[in-house]
């Protein structure tokens, strides 16, 4: 039966996650805005008091659930009644995500023990090292200073020797990167073989061969730390390569790829609810000036605002509901891949003009630091470049929709 | 300037126009135009008889809150989902540019469609109803489907269901039982929800159509806009004002055409132009006091327009999915530059840009729509979907004729149809109701 609300069994878990937002991520949000590369150290407790959560289940999806940790993309904890119709824990992630990104989104990437590097070992990842890697707080580092969406083209390199992996080159934009446990490194085997040979490898934070070049100091997301590393005749296990280490050319990069398929929503996820704090906030300050929001007006009898208002949130519905149908998607076994993207580039796009544009209706209100719609509008335009950039996510969209390969559509 | 077109004027009125033959062309529109202006008294249609008494209005009841996220129909929906989809690319499709241009659905097409049951999905069962239980995402699949064929055709074909929806909805246990039997017979009667008025920045909460409570009823005063199979209707839903002691309210009232002062004019607009549209003129029409549906409240008038909406988003989204299904295989065929165009990412992204937005109106119309089922608030809900559809939904209506370039422009090929059609969705009120 056609349903588009919020499942009832996640409005506990939502509550939880707007709690942890409202109480401790919106009353930090401007001081580690200010004082970027500082530890957010007030998260030490509050993961303690998720994983505490995890346990009883209550948080699963909001905390470590939700980039793919403890209960990751491979966990089906959630049983329903109808067996043909499946909420999990895509679901449950997305959901929790994106109330923490209410409270704020910076913070939220730098959650102990959180990362997209979770995302990759549970999508990849054999038993034996789900084991050792699962749990602990992993960043993935796959862009290089040659290689940005076309990860195709990575030219760190992966060469056996012995038991070990000896890796070579250079990884920058990693979220997270230097206070993670461990790295989840995107490079090839064999660099004449193309994507087929790329795989990714775990890399402990401490290896002495992961080399921090620096830090980046960015427009937005400032609470979270961007790490740029050199890997320098860094060895590793070679049982720290995730999945197969056969070269299979039909195959190989596929399987790196679908990660994307799961993070994707996520990300969007972030983006809904970033702009949700902008236009509640928008919302409130339009209201102190006296601008009524009236649904039923058609939008010429309505002021200029209210009806500007109305036209972003039906866009913000439209990216939220896309979102919840790739995380319900991947709930349910279907292929995702093109809603995936859809729910990234609506939802990335979206997010953007939103808070641009409830900064540009609240004046010098919403652009002076006294609130934090400009912050909002600073964080949220990472959400429509990483984990693939519009533009990556309308090419994906476009290629699938006319069958078009990668070749015939460039 | 001005000093330039008076000159114009001058010259024109000096026989200019004749010496280039021009005469007989501007005649021409001046007769075309004032024949569409040629009004009529509405004909008399059945006679609609009481014949089974019901004790108590019939209703069905509402699903009730639903646990899980979902995007399946159900088993019935899907298969009258189909079942429309295929009637409406086998049928509507091959019929729409004749009917476009005769601004008039075949009864033939009218008559298969009636047999989908379309007006039986709002009716109870206990009044020949097809459906247990209230399902305006069923009628929205449906209007959905039949959209795909072609926007105006469809306009045709749902605007009895709408009214037989709206008297399953409020109509009381003597207006049920004059009326609806006829709705879920053979021969369904032509009929339509006239809300919308004709003058700019119409708002369908302030009408001007008054009515004015007499000793035997009310007379109705006012001209509606763009209904439905105006001329063939057999019966009509008109909103006005009524005009209280205690103030005005708005309020719907049945209204049986051939009585004194209800007339008919043409009005043919820029698309859906097959839904044979027009306007619906009354000067003190009298109609009794059983005519006034759902007692007057304001919940009814404000619920009848939001439903109707939805059903104008539907619509929009049939359509768009009709826009990108024949833009994809164009741009992959049409080939410049010694390569297909849809190898280049502005017409690439374009394409996933309609599909993109297409999906975001569709998500959006079923959740109001399934909000309507399950008896949440849908008001929000819907004003968002209307939103997404009039804006998105006409943005896709004109990259389908950016899509195929000066192809586009010409009647070889549907997207200019589309395109016109796509322009109701942000202006059209009433007429429908899911």
């Known amino acids: ?410 | 300037m001005a000093v330039g077109l008076r000159a114009l004027n001058r010259l024109a009125s000096n026989g200019l126009i004749d010496r280039f033959g021009l005469r007989d062309p501007a005649q021409r529109v001046l007769h075309t135009a004032s024949k569409a202006t040629v009004r009529t008294a509405t004909r008399a249609g059945r006679t609609f008889a009481t014949t089974q008494k019901l004790s108590k209005p019939a209703r069905q009841p509402r699903t009730g809150r639903s646990d899980l996220f979902d995007l399946t129909p159900d088993d019935e929906q899907q298969m009258l989902r189909e079942s429309v989809r295929d009637f409406a690319l086998a049928k509507l499709r091959p019929a729409a540019q004749q009917a476009d241009e005769a601004c008039a659905t075949p009864n033939e097409l009218l008559e298969q469609a009636n047999e989908l049951g379309l007006t039986m999905v709002g009716v109870p069962e206990e009044l020949g109803g097809a459906v247990a239980e209230r399902s305006a995402v069923t009628t929205v699949l449906m209007a959905e489907a039949l959209a795909q064929g072609d926007m105006g055709i469809a306009v045709a074909c749902l605007a009895p269901a709408g009214v037989s929806t709206a008297l399953s909805l409020w109509g009381d246990a003597d207006q049920q039982a004059t009326y609806l039997p006829e709705f879920v017979g053979e021969n369904v009667p032509a009929a339509a929800l006239a809300l919308l008025e004709p003058r700019p920045l119409f708002n369908p909460f302030e009408l001007q159509t008054r009515a004015r409570r007499t000793a035997g009823g009310f007379v109705l005063d006012g001209i509606k806009s763009l209904v439905p199979r105006a001329g063939d209707a057999e019966l009509f839903i008109v909103a006005a004002q009524l005009e209280d002691s205690d103030g005005l309210t708005s309020a719907l009232f049945i209204v049986e055409p051939g009585g004194a002062g209800l007339s008919i004019e043409p009005e043919p607009g820029m698309g859906i132009r097959a839904a044979a549209t027009g306007r619906l003129v009354l000067e003190g029409v009298k109609v009794p006091g059983g005519a006034l549906l759902g007692e007057g409240r304001a919940d009814v008038m404000t619920e009848c327009i939001h439903l109707s909406r939805l059903g104008w988003c539907a619509l929009a989204v049939g359509t768009g999915q009709a826009v990108l299904d024949y833009v994809i295989p164009y741009v992959n065929e049409r080939k410049a530059f010694g390569e297909p165009i849809s190898s280049r990412q502005s017409v690439a992204f374009t394409v996933a840009n309609i599909a993109i937005e297409l999906d975001g109106m569709r998500l959006a119309t079923y959740r109001a729509a399934s909000r309507v089922d399950q008896g949440l608030p849908f008001g929000r809900e819907v004003a968002l979907a209307r939103r997404l559809c009039a804006e998105r939904g006409m943005a896709i209506g004109s990259d389908g004729v950016q899509m195929l370039g000066g192809h586009g422009y010409v009647k070889e090929h549907p997207v200019e149809r589309w395109y016109r059609d796509m322009r109701a969705g942000g202006v059209m009120e009433g007429a429908l109701v899911v």
């Open chain 1, 1 to 410: 039966m056609i349903n588009l609300e919020t499942p009832k069994k996640f409005e506990f878990l939502v509550s939880q996650a707007h709690q942890v937002a409202a109480e401790i991520f919106r009353p930090n949000a401007r001081k580690y805005d200010g004082d970027e590369h500082s530890y957010p150290k007030e998260l030490d407790m509050l993961a303690a008091v998720i994983d505490g959560m995890n346990e009883g289940g209550a948080l699963s999806g909001a905390g470590a659930g939700a980039v793919g940790g403890g209960n990751g993309a491979k966990a089906t904890k959630a049983k329903d009644k109808d067996s043909s119709n499946r909420n999990g824990t895509n679901i449950a992630s997305l959901l929790g995500l994106t109330e923490l990104c209410w409270g704020d989104v910076g913070l939220l990437l730098t959650m102990p023990r959180q990362g997209l590097g979770q995302a990759a070992i549970a999508a990849v990842a054999d038993e034996e090292q789900l084991g050792r890697f699962g749990g602990k707080w992993a960043a993935m580092a796959i862009t290089e200073p040659e290689a940005g969406s076309d990860s195709a083209a990575i030219r760190t390199t992966a060469t056996l020797d012995g038991d070990e992996y000896v890796l070579n080159g250079e990884k920058i934009f990693v979220t997270a990167g230097d206070r993670a446990e461990l790295i989840v490194v995107w490079a090839t085997l064999d660099r004449k073989q193309g994507r087929a040979a790329i795989k990714s490898f775990v890399v402990e934070r401490d290896n002495p061969g992961l080399i921090l070049e620096r830090l980046e100091h960015k427009l937005g997301i400032r609470a979270s730390d961007t790490a740029d590393f050199r890997l320098e005749n860094c060895r590793i296990p070679k049982e720290n390569l995730l999945g197969s280490p056969e070269i299979e050319p039909k195959r190989g990069f596929a399987g790196v790829m679908q990660t994307f398929d799961n993070t994707r929503p996520l990300v969007a996820g972030m983006a809904i609810g970033v702009s949700r704090a902008c236009l509640e906030r928008t919302r409130e300050l339009l209201a102190e000036a006296g601008v009524e929001i009236d649904y039923d007006l058609p939008p010429h009898s309505l002021l200029a605002a209210a009806s500007e208002f109305i036209a972003m949130e039906s866009d913000w519905e439209a990216a939220r509901l896309l979102t919840m149908q790739a995380a319900w998607m991947a709930d349910n076994k279907k292929p995702n891949s093109l809603q995936a993207s859809m729910a990234k580039a609506k939802a990335g796009r979206t997010a953007t003009d939103i808070a641009l544009r409830c900064v540009a209706l609240c004046g010098s209100i919403g652009f002076g630091e006294g609130e934090l719609l400009e912050k909002w509008a600073r964080d949220v335009k990472i959400l429509d470049l990483f984990e693939g950039t519009q533009q990556i996510q309308l090419l994906i969209v476009a290629r699938q929709l006319l069958g078009k390969t990668s070749a015939e559509l460039k």
